[in-house]
């Protein structure tokens, strides 16, 4: 089945422990992008790839990292979480190196106390 | 800026048709999504426009218009099934996706 994954779910965590969210992608796209969602605000972009070890910054990416070694994964690193990053968090793909129609995971809560 | 404007909310009642706008800022234009998400749920593809004009996809259509920077996502038959948030986003340039802030949409009985 063709999909996106992401793991975990859900996430309690303490500020500046740090967290990857991992994603992953089985349908050999070359585009996976980070986004988060808040409530008023709508989805934000983190970051972008466009293809392996290819990566560039959305609109909101202080306090995170990525890396995309693989085609397949685009794992999101939260070095030092901060509460201002509790959030809704989604990784899409789409097949394309530009962002065209995307594939959106499941979605990881992650709460930062 | 790159705004995305939608409207908030909006209501309607089964068996009708409701129209969704959305604007935005012309400069680099490169296409026009709409998204449909249920609540909890990962948002999914509805439609793509790039050329002005409509698009119909059985219940749903989307309308855009470069010049007048405007786009509606149209809705016919409404079902309590089509109770969700309706996300509008922009391709500027090749490389960049902005995403307005959703209409949610609900249907009564």
């Known amino acids: 089945e063709a999909q996106v994954t992401q793991n975990p779910r859900y996430l309690i965590t303490v500020t500046g422990k740090k967290l990857t969210v991992t994603c992953s992608q089985n349908?050999?796209?070359?585009?996976m992008s980070w986004y988060r969602q808040d409530p008023g605000l709508g989805l934000r972009q983190i970051y972008y790839?466009?293809?392996?070890?290819?990566?560039d910054k959305g609109d909101v990416p202080e306090g995170y990292k990525v890396s995309r070694k693989e085609k397949r994964n685009f794992p999101l690193i939260l070095e030092s979480p901060s509460p201002n990053q509790t959030s809704l968090y989604f990784c899409?793909?789409?097949?394309?190196?530009?962002?065209?129609?995307?594939?959106f995971g499941p979605g990881t809560r992650l709460t930062v106390t | 800026g790159q705004n995305i404007d939608q409207p908030t909310e909006m209501t309607a009642t089964e068996g009708a048709i409701v129209q969704i706008n959305c604007t935005y800022q012309?400069?680099?234009?490169?296409?026009l999504f709409w998204y449909q998400q249920h609540a909890g749920e990962a948002p999914t593809f509805l439609s793509y426009?790039?050329?002005?004009g409509l698009e119909e996809k059985g219940r749903f259509s989307s309308f855009l218009s470069r010049s007048k920077g405007y786009s509606y996502l149209l809705l016919k038959e409404l079902q309590m099934k089509d109770s969700a948030s309706y996300l509008c986003?922009?391709?500027?340039?090749?490389?960049?996706?902005?995403f307005g802030t959703g209409t949610r949409l609900q249907v009564f009985p």
């Open positions: 012309t400069s680099g234009f490169n296409g």
């Open positions: 790839s466009m293809n392996v070890e290819v990566t």
């Open positions: 986003a922009v391709r500027f340039n090749t490389d960049k996706l902005i």
């Open positions: 349908m050999n796209h070359e585009y």
């Open positions: 426009n790039v050329l002005d």
């Open positions: 899409a793909s789409s097949s394309s190196p530009i962002p065209d129609e995307q594939y």
